[in-house]
Structures are given as structure tokens and as C-alpha cells.
């Protein structure tokens, strides 16, 4: 077990419609990192945030945004859903640095978009 | 663009034998970790290799990072079943800046 936590563990979408995911990192943990991990590939990076600001961005377009609250948790918000958008997202809390420190990954969000 | 590449894609082995999985990047990275994913799982971190040259141990596992630090290896030594799962590197180019997962080497142990 991380200690980290992620919900709905399953979600199914329609094209067009929004969606909000969560996190709950653990405790003392400033950075939370999103990915989306397609089926067979290596996750992909979406976004860091350190105390509550972005501070770093893969490549996704805008409609993917994210937040981070004081208390640990954070939010993935995915507007406009495609199609491509189906993957597994999954956060990952860290006490530092991204990539400098161990991450600790959540079980993830499986994300279907019909 | 930067990538990081893995290789080999799959590798199906027998009980027992040794197993090794590459990590290429396209540019320096500043550090590279390794993590394993079960099926229907998520990564879990097993190590960061920092220094040019740096090799770590642990237990059966052995991770290198080369002199240039552009490619390391992870190589098990008798793999288990407790082995079976997806190998991914990540690189890091510089501090503070984006992490670059490899596609991951899929083992199989056959037994």
C-alpha cells in the first residue's frame, strides 16, 4: 500500500461530456503528478503540481487541468471527451522534485469514453 | 523530440532463467528510475539511478546506468513467477523538468 488513493476506481463517459478525478496523496507529500496510461503503453505525463501550483506540463492541450488543495488531494479535470481520451489515469504523490524523488502511484482511475 | 526507449517489447522466459531489459534516451538525463507494474496494477517505484556509471543491487535485481548516462539496463538474475509483470524506465532530462516513461518490457515466465 502507497497511501495513495485514487476514486472512482471505474468510469464511463460519452464523447463531449466532462469529468473530474481524484486523488489523495499522502500525507506530507507537496507534489502530485497525473498520468494517463493508454492500454500496453508506458503512462504518460499530464501535469505536476507543487503546494497548489502547476509547475510542470506534458503534452496535453488545455482541456486537461488539474488542481491541488492543502489538504493532500488534488483533482484531474478532463473537458470535451474524445474517444482517445479512454486510458487508465493515475496520480503519483512525491516529497519533492518531480522526478527526484520516489513517486508513489496510486491504483488509478479507469477512464472509458464511449 | 525526447523519448525514451525500452527494449525488448515482450520477453517470455523459463523459470529460472536470467532476464534483461534496455533503456535508451535520445538526451542526457540528469537521473533514471525503474518501476514495475503488475497486470492490473500500478507502477511501483524500485529504484533511482543517479551517477554516470552508478550500478545498484537489490537482491536478484541489478540496475545500471551507462557512462553517458543516455541507457541503463535492469537484468534479474533467476527470474520467479513473482518476477511477472511490466518493466518500465523513466528518464528525467534536467531537475524540475518532465518525466519520459519507456513503452515498458512485458516478462513472462514460463514454467
Known amino acids: 500500500e502507497t497511501g495513495v488513493t485514487q476514486s472512482p476506481t471505474h468510469l464511463i463517459k460519452t464523447r463531449g461530456q466532462q469529468v473530474t478525478l481524484r486523488c489523495s496523496s499522502q500525507?506530507?507529500?507537496?507534489?502530485v503528478s497525473w498520468y494517463q496510461q493508454a492500454l500496453g503503453q508506458g503512462p504518460q505525463f499530464i501535469f505536476q503540481?507543487?503546494?497548489?501550483?502547476?509547475?510542470g506540463r506534458g503534452n496535453f492541450p488545455p482541456r486537461f487541468s488539474g488542481l491541488q488543495f492543502p489538504n493532500y488531494s488534488s483533482e484531474l479535470n478532463v473537458n470535451a471527451l474524445e474517444l482517445d481520451d479512454s486510458a487508465l489515469y493515475l496520480c503519483?504523490?512525491?516529497?519533492?522534485?518531480?522526478?527526484?524523488?520516489?513517486?508513489?502511484f496510486g491504483p488509478g482511475t479507469r477512464l472509458t469514453v464511449l | 523530440g525526447q523519448q525514451v526507449m525500452q527494449i525488448p517489447q515482450y520477453q517470455h522466459v523459463q523459470e529460472g532463467e536470467d532476464f534483461t531489459t534496455y533503456c535508451n534516451s535520445s538526451t542526457t538525463l540528469s537521473n533514471i528510475q525503474w518501476y514495475k507494474q503488475r497486470p492490473g496494477g500500478h507502477p511501483v517505484f524500485l529504484i533511482q539511478l543517479v551517477k554516470s556509471g552508478e550500478v545498484k543491487k537489490q537482491k536478484r535485481l541489478t540496475f545500471q546506468f551507462g557512462e553517458a548516462k543516455k541507457n541503463s539496463s535492469l537484468h534479474i538474475t533467476a527470474t520467479q513467477t513473482t518476477d511477472v509483470g511490466t518493466y518500465f524506465c523513466a528518464g528525467t532530462m534536467n531537475r524540475d523538468d518532465k518525466i519520459i516513461f519507456g513503452k515498458g518490457t512485458r516478462l513472462h515466465i514460463l514454467p
Open positions: 500525507s506530507g507529500h507537496n507534489t
Open positions: 503540481y507543487y503546494r497548489e501550483e502547476e509547475n
Open positions: 503519483a504523490s512525491s516529497l519533492g522534485w518531480l522526478g527526484t524523488d520516489t513517486q508513489y
